[in-house]
């Protein structure tokens, strides 16, 4: 499974937009971009996942660049409780042998 | 989610002793995971099951054995707990599918003295 680079830490402020960037430069062509967040002490969440396409769900927007070499993760409206460290991991399908490899995440403030 | 419980959620042992951490799951999945996560580590797999009886290990796996004799549970062993398995443990499910979305238990906090 490729690695992946995020920043440390990220400011957002609350009601805006809040970006977050993920480059993953070694990527292949049947691994997928997952996105999971990690409140304070509790497990893990599934946000969002894609593989090619730019994806949007109720929670956030995914948008890949077209070399799938980078992607970001978009909180369209950011509240308080969006504080969390969010990771993004790189997988081939878990029939093909796939796990999730946690990196170290961004860690995302939303002030008000 | 997935209805994915974690028994106990707190534990604090003496080094040397036996700890058999619990995962429950309601969803049927087939697939389950035992995780770790310690301060500028991240999440790390310890092991994994692919079916009953089907286990395999991960990256921290010393230490550890799993057994998963029912689809419902998977249970993380420490035969002989050191200080350095202190740390929050987080069990995962999925199954196979179009989403293949991995969904985490709440965690249990073990200290070991």
């Known amino acids: 499974d490729a690695k992946t680079t995020q920043p440390t830490s990220m400011d957002c402020a609350e009601g805006r937009a809040a970006n977050l960037p993920c480059n993953h430069s070694t990527i292949s062509g049947n691994e997928y971009v997952y996105w999971y967040r990690q409140i304070h002490s509790q497990g893990p969440q599934y946000i969002i996942h894609g593989l090619k396409n730019n994806e949007t769900n109720e929670m956030a927007s995914l948008i890949i660049t077209e070399d799938r070499k980078s992607s970001t993760l978009i909180l369209p409206h950011a509240t308080l409780r969006d504080t969390a460290v969010y990771y993004c991991?790189?997988?081939?399908?878990?029939?093909?042998?796939?796990?999730?490899?946690f990196g170290q995440g961004t860690e995302l403030s939303v002030k008000p | 989610d997935a209805g994915i419980t974690q028994s106990p959620r707190h534990k604090v042992t003496e080094t040397g002793t036996p700890v058999t951490l619990r995962c429950h799951q309601t969803e049927n999945h087939r697939y389950m995971y035992w995780y770790r996560q310690d301060p500028g580590h991240g999440l790390r797999l310890i092991h994994y099951?692919?079916?009953?009886?089907?286990?395999d290990k991960g990256e921290v796996s010393d230490g550890y054995s799993v057994s998963r004799s029912k689809t419902e549970d998977f249970l993380l062993t420490l035969e002989s707990a050191t200080s350095s398995q202190t740390s929050v443990y987080f069990c995962a499910t999925h199954d196979l599918g179009a989403q293949e979305t991995q969904y985490f238990g709440p965690g249990t906090r073990l200290l070991v003295l």
């Open positions: 991991i790189v997988r081939v399908p878990y029939n093909q042998g796939g796990k999730l490899i």
């Open positions: 099951s692919y079916g009953v009886k089907d286990t």
